[in-house]
Each structure stands twice: as structure tokens, then as C-alpha cells.
């Protein structure tokens, strides 16, 4: 079997693109309008994937090598848009599936006009991500259920059914689809390594950033609950308050706008250490989302339907995503890690061999690794940010 050598062009083509894994083939071909092409198959833990990417650049050779023009130029390579398939997240199981579907890419007019996204995660089409922030018992799945109109999310008093994991539920309102993002638990004792991979993971779950965190509180602005503004600002930046709403938890008169001005001015006053910070913050929204007891149950659905109007109003009202520095690099980079790893973790769940299975956990681990090793490589703080990532009981304690 001939061995496959990147040449400078394929290079910089995965340099543009940040394309990991192993390379196995790339094939260059223009279309009758005379738009550039270049296919990139990449394996990784036994899995393929590929890009088709459309560029702009200088003259090339036709063994792929740099002409003497394009030597002397800056940017000779330009990407201007990109796709993955079989899509964003499965894979070819071989190599010769891989190859024929490359080919079909190739002649298959429909297939090249979906290359359209200038990075490949924007092929993500939820506009809005909602990420909930609280301690233990505030409510943070109670208003995760309410503001996606599920039931996905475990409520249970001051407990979580998965303290270890993110939970994600998608909806659509009013034409516009977001993404709610419940956090692990705020008291989880992780290792540094384990919560650097908790952000990757978070980032990932975010693909185009956050358009609003949500930090719930369920009474008293407590010591507590301000440390939960300090440390999103030490790790996101100071602007990732202007995307903070402060969502007080159980206020039975939340639709008395009178009594939310009134508690609202209590909660400002209450801990004068982050009255700035709370300041800062996109506002206050006072809600109520009670336990749906069975007695009483289209009463208690009524009001978690007001209560979820009020938040989706306030939330349709915010327009940017904010995203630290290298959000979509670090995105990009660890796709393919990620979604390896998702699958892995299905396929060892219905494994029965032992040998097999623990093939499977190693797989996992080292994609694990993989993801860790791109989040301490990459700059993942922003310009603003205070975050000092050798302090794991930051990380620990806003994830």
C-alpha cells in the first residue's frame, strides 16, 4: 500500500482549515465556472470524514506543489467555504466508503453547492444558545424544562439526576431556533484536566456562541450566587455580562411588575460586594417555575407558561452571540474528537465482549486526551479575561 504524502499545498490547505487527525487523500478538481475544489479525507480513531472546501489561490503545479508566484504571495491560499460529510457529525466507517462518496461529491453538482459555510461548524442552524448557570437547588432544571417547553430536564429539589454532564434541549419560537445548555453541578469536584475538558465540551455544545447565560437564582443574592458572576467574568471576559440575565427563581408575584421592581432593588442592595457586577448584567427577570403537582396541574402549567413567555420575550430582545477569543478554532479543531468520541461512547454502551470493550474505553480516553490537548494549545481566553486556567476551582465551579 502506497503511503499518502501531503504536499505544501495539502498542507496549507489543513492549515487554513484546521483539519486534525490523519490525512489519507486529497483530490483537486475545478467546476465549469472555474471555482477551486479541493476533497479532504481525514481519519480519525478509525473513522473518516470529509471536507469539501472551496478556495481561491494562486497558479499550482500539477503535482500540488507551489508555483514560484505563488511562493512570494501572502495569502495564496484563500478558503472561502467549507463542508463536512457525511455531515457535521457522523462518519464513513472505511476508507473505500470514503473514497466513493469523495467521487460522488466530486460530479455531483448538488452536493458541491452545499459548500457554502466559511467555517464548517456554522453549518449549526440553532441561532441562539442559552446557558444555565446555579448552584444545587435553585431551579436550574425546573427553568430549563419551562423555557424549551419539555420535560427533558430531571427536576428533583436540590439535586441533579447527571451532576457530570450537559444537558441540551433544542426549540424553535417565533421562527428561531435555540439551544438550552443546563450546566454540571456547580459542586462537582473535577480534576484541572477534567474541567478544561468540561469547557471544550461546553464550547462545542455552543458551536456559535452564547447569546445569553442565564445564573438562577432562587431567593437571596447570596456570597454564593455573586461568586458565580466573578468567576464567569475571570473566564469568559468582563463583556460576557452584557450576555448575563440574573433569573430570580420562585417569585410567586412575577407578574406584578411593581413587587419585580421592588425585589429587584432587593437583590441589588442585598450584597453591595456585586452590586457592580450586577450592574453590568443585561437586567433582572423574576419568574416562577413551580413543581407541576398533580392536584393542581393546569393552575402550575399556566404559570410556568407565563413564566416562560416573560423569559423567551426577554431573550428574543437580545440580538449578538458572544464568543471568547478562538471559539470557532477550537470548535473546528476538536469536531471531529468530539464526534468520535460520542460515537465511541454509543458503540461501547451495546458492546458485550470485554477485549472489545476496552479497545473502546482506550479509544475514548485518548480522543478525551486529543480534546484536552487542543484546549491547553489553543489561546482560549479573551483579551479582557482575568481567568487563570492553573486554577482548577474556577473551571470547576462555573462548569
Known sequence: MVKFILTK???????????????????????????KYAIVINKVSGLYAIRLINYEGSE???????SEDSKDSENEIKVKAIKRFPNLTNFYRTKEEAIKAASE??????????????????????????????????GKSALANVIS??????????STSDPKNFHVEVFEYEGIKYRVVENIAIDTNLSFDK????????????KRGIDQVLVVLPGRFTEENGELLVIAKKIFGKKILEHTTIVRNWFMDFE??????????????ENKKFSNLIERCKGIICVDNPPLDSQYYEL??????SSRKKLLEHLKSHQENYRINNWDDICVAINDYVNAKNLKEIENARIQSFISGAKTIREINLLKNEINDVMKKQSIISED????????????SIL
Open 9 to 35: 499545498k495539502d498542507k496549507k490547505i489543513r492549515e487554513k482549515t484546521n483539519i486534525r487527525g490523519k490525512i489519507k487523500d486529497v483530490i483537486y478538481f475545478s467546476t465549469e465556472d472555474n471555482k
Open 149 to 158: 417547553g419539555s420535560d427533558k430536564f430531571f427536576e428533583s429539589p436540590g
Open 195 to 206: 474541567s478544561i475538558y468540561k469547557l471544550a465540551e461546553a464550547i462545542y455544545t455552543m
Open 256 to 269: 406584578i411588575s411593581e413587587k419585580c421592581d421592588e425585589e429587584k432593588k432587593r437583590l441589588k442592595e
Open 385 to 396: 479575561s482575568e481567568a487563570n486556567f492553573s486554577s482548577k476551582r474556577n473551571i470547576c
Open 60 to 66: 499550482d503545479s500539477e503535482d500540488g506543489e507551489d
Open 300 to 305: 402550575l402549567k399556566k404559570i410556568r407558561e
Open 105 to 138: 461529491i466530486k460530479e455531483t453538482p448538488e452536493l458541491i453547492n452545499q459548500c457554502v459555510y466559511e467555517i464548517e461548524i456554522y453549518e449549526d442552524d440553532v441561532e441562539k444558545n442559552i446557558f444555565l448557570v446555579g448552584r444545587k437547588g435553585s
